[in-house]
């Protein structure tokens, strides 16, 4: 692949087209706002996001998405997870049937509960070129060139590795791996237990704290893979395990800020009002929560963060109703023992 749209130029965007760029591929980044199309074509930086990186001269800002389209062999999408839908809708047009497209958001679709390479499906068709990528990828760091990982999840295997290829720098490891729907998952509730580990976080409480919140976390994330028929080994990997690491003990974290924000008695709308920023984990208790209802599986600190942003409930109600559950065997909801 030599030429690339990148469709969406926030931090993540920035980041990618950087890596991208850098390996010589022709990018044409796409950007909602003119004024950051013109700050990085002028100045080579982006004037609000990732400020710091030096955006290569291969990559070309525009606020046309027909031109960023125009000649394009692969798409990256790094929208925010609730407007996938919108975004891909207006790329439909002028994109070929044929045209492979990853998704780099972590999210499950409000309402249809869709996960974002099925919301993609769903409007573009030809799932066979669809993939997503998730692993422990904050954005501040790879585009720094600091060493990190990540996971390429697609349904059909020449995608996944054409796509694997694409983003792979010896500071950029890229794996594959066949469990899109596990892959997904990942992404969309490790984000929501992250909100949670921030909130111990703001209400003072220490490393047994989080290291619990992150264990449990990990279970009621693999109850629902299970349940969804993902693969168990996926929530050990990168998508899994070192996406939930990283996201609930990084200051990088927009999910972990967020829940140590209200920990320290703050509101959601509070939050989006000083930073402008998404964490999406605000977003994805409510489908998660949905989802995991949906299939029957319990999902208790998802339950507790979407009670604390959305329905008025203290922290130390929320804590009191997971200090206060029933004991229970480790592994149940995982298929490995009796429930």
């Known amino acids: 692949m030599t030429r690339v749209a990148v469709i969406g130029a926030g931090s993540w965007g920035t980041s990618v087209s950087w890596l991208l760029g850098g390996k010589g591929v022709e990018v044409a980044l796409w950007c909602r706002e003119t004024e950051i199309a013109d700050g990085i074509n002028a100045t080579r930086h982006n004037p609000f996001y ?62 249809s509960l869709l996960l974002m390479t099925e919301v993609l499906e769903d409007v573009l068709g030809n799932r066979s070129r669809i993939a997503g990528l998730s692993g422990p990828n904050h954005a501040e760091e790879v585009g720094r060139g600091v060493p990190s990982a990540t996971v390429v999840a697609a349904y059909d295997d020449a995608i996944g590795r054409s796509f694997q290829d694409l983003f792979m720098t010896r500071a950029f490891r890229v794996y594959t791996n066949p469990d899109v729907v596990g892959v997904e998952l990942c992404g969309a509730s490790k984000n929501v237990i992250a909100v949670g ?9 220490g490393d ?11 279970a009621e994330m693999s109850r629902l893979g299970h349940a969804m028929g993902a693969n168990p080994l996926t ?53 998660v ?33 997971l200090l206060g559950r029933a004991a229970r065997d480790e592994l149940h909801g995982l298929g490995l023992v009796d429930d």
């Open 208 to 218: 047994n704290t989080k290291a619990t919140l992150m264990t449990r976390g990990l």
């Open 197 to 205: 580990a921030g909130m111990s976080d703001g209400v003072g409480y």
């Open 50 to 111: 990732m400020r710091d990186v030096v955006v290569p001269s291969s990559v070309i800002a525009t606020p046309d998405i027909e031109f960023a389209l125009r000649g394009a062999e692969a798409v990256v999408m790094v929208t925010p997870s609730v407007g996938v839908r919108e975004t891909a809708a207006s790329m439909g047009p002028y994109l070929d049937a044929g045209t492979p497209v990853i998704i780099l958001s972590k999210g499950v679709e409000n309402g």
């Open 235 to 287: 929530y050990m990997g990168l998508a899994g395990v070192g996406d939930l690491i990283a996201t609930c003990t990084s200051l990088n974290s927009r999910n972990r800020a967020l829940g140590e924000f209200v920990g320290r008695g703050g509101t959601l709308d509070g939050w989006r009002a000083q930073t402008n920023m998404v964490a999406e984990g605000a977003y994805a208790c409510i489908a």
């Open 289 to 321: 929560e949905e989802l995991g209802a949906r299939k029957g599986v319990e999902l208790p600190i998802t339950r507790q963060v979407r009670a604390v942003l959305y329905e008025g409930v203290p922290v130390s109600v929320g804590e009191d109703a």
